[in-house]
């Protein structure tokens, strides 16, 4: 078994179009509830499988050896659609890039997943129609752990845009 291998890390991504009637951003946890409880809430949903780059990896792997390093902090957004490859550094046409707002551990016995959130509110990244994101461990640059293409979700000042991150390693 080769090193890379050893982290058999897959997801997806789901990105929801929000009405601003959902609640306060300052809890996201109690907002996603909120959106599986009143799903008239959601205008648009999209949803794609993401691609672990080959950084990716490396850094999951050397996670529990690392010392004061930083793991995943940001969630990136862009409007580029090219397929996502193992090489990808960076995304494609990156547009606004904000800070983790949850990250959720779970497992099913088996396999260990992870649930990663991000919320763009109602004054942020408008005018745009994304189409691309990415987890990343720095506000500016960094290594890109992930990057995934999704159907197109337009953003503007009338609502929120959520983005969840369902992560399993088997």
Known sequence: MRWHDVCQLSGRITVYTVDPRVGDLADVERLFARIAEAPQLVIARAAS??????????????????????FWSHVAFGINSA???LGDAA???????VPIASVTPT??????????????????????TYTEAAIVNAAV?????NRVVYPPVEKTDQYYLFAQFDLTQK
């Open 91 to 97: 995304l494609y046409d990156e547009k606004i890039r």
């Open 141 to 145: 640059g960094g290594l890109l752990y």
């Open 107 to 128: 497992d099913d016995g088996v396999n260990a997943m992870l649930t990663v959130r991000a919320v763009l509110s109602q004054t942020q990244g408008n005018g745009f």
């Open 49 to 70: 499988r993401n691609k672990t780059t080959l950084n990716g990896k490396r850094q999951a792997l050397a996670l529990p050896f690392a010392q004061g390093s930083t």
């Open 83 to 85: 397929a996502p490859t």
